[in-house]
Structure formats: C-alpha cells, structure tokens
C-alpha cells in the first residue's frame, strides 16, 4: 500500500467508527458511504454481515444479513470472520471480491479484517442493547409495557409538549365472553389482531401499550381521533385465515385530549387524568368513551379535600356559628334567629355553600349538625345564664338524619345536656323525596312536637313541594324560599306574585307561622306586610352574624321599619 492509500484508509476508518458511536443514534448514511470508500480502497466488492442468537437459529438460516455495500461484482469470497459471543450469538462477516481484481496483499487482508471485526464487535453490542430494550420496555408476550408508553410520553413531552396529541387508556369490554365463546386460543388470535389493528391506526406518531391483562395505554395524533374512535366503539375482528368467522371487539376508554398551551408537568399529569376517566368509562352504562373533564375533576379534588380535613377540623372547633334575626315586618322585634354554620378553614372563610352538600354524600353532615345544635345549646344556656334573653333559634338537620332511629332521642340529649327550655329550639328540615323518608319525617316532627319543641319546613317551594308534605306533617312553621318572593311589585298578576300570596295565605288558613327568607329591600318587605306574612328573614335586616355580633342585637332587639 501506498503512504497516500494508508492515509485514506486511515481517515475513512475513523470516519466509520465515528458513526458507528454517533451519541445521537447510529448514522447510517455516513457509515454506508464510509464503508463505501473502504471497499474501493480495497479493491473489495461486497460486504455482509450475519448476526444469529444462537448456533441453532444459524442452522435454520434464523437471522439478520446485513449488506452495506455491493458493486455488483462480488465473484469470490476472498475473507471471512465468525465471532461465538458469550451468550451464545453468532456473528459472521464475509468479503467477496471481482475474480479480476488483484489479489488482497498481507497487509491488505490484516487491514480488511480488522474493519470488519470492529463492524461485527460493533453490531454484537448493538445487538445486546436492543435485546436488553426488549426485556425493558416489552411484556411477555412481547407487547410494548408500560414503560415504552412512559418513554413515548417523555420524548412527545420534549418534542411538541404533547400537544396535538391525545391519550388514553383503554380495556376490552367483554373479553371473557369471547374467550368463552371461541376459546382460548382463538381468542389469542383475536386479542391481537385487535391490537395490531388500533397500533396501525395510531401509526408511526402514537402508541399502543399493554398495561396488564386486557387493560392498554394509548397516544395519538388528533387528526387520528375518529379513525382510533372507530376502532375503539366496535370492530369485527376475524379469528380465521379466511376473514369468514368473526367477533365485535369494543373498548371502553378514558381518554384526555392536551389542551392547546397546556403544561404537562410530568407523566403523571397525563395518568392523572386518564386512569380515573378510563375507570369512570367502564362503569359508564350509556358512553363507553368518555374524555376527561376538567370540571368534574376539580369538584371530586375538592370533594375528596373536604372530607378528609373534616375530622380534624370538626375536632380542632373550626366550625363556627353565625346567627341571622328572623324579624316581626309589622313591629321590628327579632323574634328569632337561624344558626347558620360556617367554616374558618387555613384562614379562610368557606360558605355552606361549597362544604354541605360534599359532607351531605355521607353520613358527615350528621355529625356537624349535632356539633351545631351543641353549639347553639351552649350559647343560648350562656345568654340565660348572663341575663340575656334569649330567642328562639333554628338549627338545620339533613335528611340523612332520618333514617337513625334514635334521633329524637340524640337531639333532645343534647337539649337536656345544656338545660335549654324547649321553647328556645327550633329545627328546620327540608322536603323529602321518597315515601319511606316521609315516614320518618312524620315520625320524627310528630315526636319533636310532643317535646315541645318546633319545627320548620326549610326552603318550601323548591324541589318537589308537595302538599301532602303540609297537611299530613304536624309543622310550627313554613319557611318560603327567596325564589318564591317576587322582587317588586311592578307586576302583582306576574305567577311569582300571586303564588306566593296564596302560599302564604294557605300556610295561615292551615294555622302555621310563615317566614319569607331572603328579603333584601324595602319593596320586599312591603310585600310581606301586604301579604300578611309576619316574619322576614334577610340581608335587609341581618346578615348571619358571628356571635359577639349577635349577642348586641339581642340587647336592643328592635329594627327600624320602613315607612
Ligand atoms: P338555608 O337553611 O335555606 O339558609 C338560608 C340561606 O340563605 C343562608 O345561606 C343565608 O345566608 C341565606 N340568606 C339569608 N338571607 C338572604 C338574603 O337576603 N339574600 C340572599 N341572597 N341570601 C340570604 P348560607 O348560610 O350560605 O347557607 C346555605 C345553606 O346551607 C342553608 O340554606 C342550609 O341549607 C345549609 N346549611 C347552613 N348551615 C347548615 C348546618 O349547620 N347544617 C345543615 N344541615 N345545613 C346547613
Ligand atoms: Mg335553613
Ligand atoms: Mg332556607
């Protein structure tokens, strides 16, 4: 060889393996052209490599050939190389050469041998990477776990911020039913033709995963979202060669959709989303796809937030009571008040509003109203004991209340506990919706009755108002929701107006005290009067007052009245 051939050779090998190591991947157009250059150089005119995973698989031609490079003259085969690796791989190299070409020289053939056992060494590592891969992010059966989803997140993450793309996951509805009805094997069959088929749908941009038995993750592109949905609803997938025996495979999916500009912190944000949607889609009896809702997410956090710092906020006191004065429209006394509960929470105040209904969804909301009737109970034993004189004060009791037996009995302990006069406690229930609660609202009002103490029908006119609730209920009092009173009298024949005139009149014809909450202004308390419903209560009068508030209107008692 010549001092400028070795040169060449020099900078080509080099060349080589410096695409064989690229840190960015394998550069296969470099290594081909390198390789190239080094086959001219020596006159060689084809090169191939075989990489087998054991002796047997070489037998059985069970294998990867690999040719970079081939003039079109390969005649003889002048040189080969054949690796045993450790584990049992075989790798071979040949060298074929044009038979007009010149003989390779010693020095030659040493320089040859040594690119192509650096090749072979090169593609045993690669090989070794590539089945370790397998093992990682493969199950084994050989469908991508869940880890390749994790790492196709994490390079879209990197690449398009997920955006454009949306994420799912998904279980085979009725899978069993299938394997029951054609068997194991062929349901194996059908398994993964639904597989290779919804992967084919997703293309090269998505993914799909298999997460553990016939449950799956997915990615992609959302110009793919009705062809994937599609496949998703239900597909006849065929269980013979012939395509003449086939099953309707359907999926049930929780899906998320990146929205535009959207942050996706980690890979957890996306199963945050989707694995509660997938769950909320199996149980789902109308739609089997459903898309997270941001929404309805933030409301179950909030939920989930509210009753589990319950307990310790009940027992650390940080429900408080606000009293609002329940007013006489005609004389200006305060005949009254509301307990109404609040809660100083982390510094902030939160409205009924926002915790009620959550602690409503069990059995929670029990114990705050007794914390509550506690609570009045000590005040109003306080005032006496001071020499205030006290009102009568409502406490509101859920409807979950009711199906306890011994309710009457809890309630007037709590009285007693405190020595309250019975006169002073008022409880406010709401309407109920089923025949057995009405049962046990009879039983319980006509019990409080026997007790002397009395009871209000909260909120009447909203829900499901119903008549028989007034007259086969021994009630004191009916409370009229603020939907019920009209905002002015501009219009007196307006349905507003001449239902709540009746409401009222038929509550007195029936002999029961009526309150109209909710009354702001002036021209509202007129209505009142005009309507003869004695008591109001309102933001005209009061705000529910924290107590030491209270505790002074209880001291002067008395309203200034419009004109
Ligand atoms: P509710 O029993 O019908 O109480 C009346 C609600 O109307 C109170 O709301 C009160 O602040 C509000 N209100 C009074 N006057 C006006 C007014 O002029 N204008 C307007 N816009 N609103 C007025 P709050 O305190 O937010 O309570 C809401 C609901 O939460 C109560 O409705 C009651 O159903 C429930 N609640 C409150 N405390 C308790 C409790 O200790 N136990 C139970 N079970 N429920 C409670
Ligand atoms: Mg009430
Ligand atoms: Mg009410």
């Known amino acids: 060889m010549t001092k400028e051939q070795r040169e060449e050779y020099y900078i080509h090998f080099e060349k080589l393996i410096d695409c064989m190591q690229d840190l960015n991947g394998f550069d296969h157009d470099g290594f081909r052209k390198a390789l190239a250059k080094l086959c001219e150089l020596f006159r060689v005119a084809k090169g191939v490599t075989e990489f087998y995973k054991s002796p047997f698989d070489e037998n059985h031609g069970q294998g990867e050939v690999l040719c970079d490079y081939d003039n079109g003259h390969a005649d003889v085969q002048v040189h080969q190389i054949r690796i045993n690796s450790d584990t049992g791989a075989v790798i071979i190299g040949t060298v074929y050469m044009d038979r007009n070409e010149k003989p390779l020289t010693d020095e030659e053939r040493e320089k040859v041998d040594l690119i192509f056992r650096t090749m072979l060494s090169f593609i045993a590592r690669r090989r070794l990477q590539k089945a370790v891969e397998g093992f990682v992010f493969n199950d084994e059966v050989g469908y991508p776990n869940s880890r390749a989803y994790m790492r196709f997140l994490m390079k879209m993450k990197a690449k398009c911020g997920l955006h454009g793309y949306t994420c799912g996951c998904f279980n085979l509805r009725h899978f069993g039913n299938i394997n029951r009805e054609i068997g194991r094997q062929l349901g194996d069959v059908v398994f993964k033709s639904y597989y290779m088929l919804l992967a084919e749908t997703v293309g090269d941009t998505g993914i799909v995963c298999r997460l553990g038995g016939d449950n799956f993750l997915l990615a992609f592109r959302n110009e793919l979202s009705s062809a994937v949905l599609d496949v998703l609803r239900g ?46 889609a199996r149980r789902d009896e109308a739609d089997h796809i459903l898309y997270f809702d941001e929404k309805m ?33 005609f004389t200006g006394e305060m005949v009254g008040a509301e307990a109404l509960c609040r809660w100083f929470h982390k510094g902030k105040l939160v409205s009924p509003g926002e915790f009620i209904p959550v602690l409503e969804q069990n059995t929670d909301i029990c114990k705050l109203d007794f914390y509550m009737l506690d609570a009045v109970c000590r005040d109003i034993r306080r005032w006496m004991d001071e020499g205030k004189k006290p009102v009568r004060v409502s406490v509101n009791l859920s409807r979950k209340h009711l199906v306890d037996v011994d309710l009457l009995k809890h309630i007037m302990d709590v009285i007693e506990k405190h020595r309250v006069p019975h006169f002073y406690v008022e409880i406010e229930l709401t309407e109920t919706t089923t025949d057995v609660e009405f049962r046990d609202l009879r039983r319980v009002v006509n019990g409080l009755q026997a007790q002397g103490i009395c009871t209000a029908v909260d909120d009447f006119g909203v829900g499901y108002s119903s008549l028989n609730l007034i007259r086969e209920i021994p009630w004191n009092i009916l409370k009229i929701d603020r939907c019920f009173l009209p905002e002015d009298e501009k219009n007196k024949y307006s349905t507003t107006s001449l239902m709540y005139k009746h409401v009222v009149a038929m509550a007195h014809d029936i002999g029961l005290e009526c309150v109209t909450e909710g009354v702001e202004t002036v021209e509202q308390v007129d209505i009142l009067r005009k309507n003869h419903c004695d008591i109001a209560q309102g933001f005209y009068f009061d705000k529910p007052l924290p107590v030491e508030e209270f505790e002074q209107r209880l001291v002067n008692r008395r309203y200034e009245l419009p004109k």
Request: charged share 30%.
């Open 235 to 280: 597909v006849p997938v065929a269980y013979d060669k012939k395509g003449e025996n086939r099953v309707e495979v359907s999926a049930s999916a929780g899906l998320f959709t990146v929205p535009d500009g959207f942050l996706v912190e980690s890979t957890e944000t996306i199963m945050d989303r989707i694995m509660p949607t997938a769950q909320a």
């Open 297 to 329: 997410a933030k409301q179950k956090e909030h939920m989930i937030r509210v009753q589990r710092s319950f307990p310790a906020a009940l027992k650390k006191r940080e429900f408080r009571v606000y009293y609002q004065p329940k007013v006489d429209v």
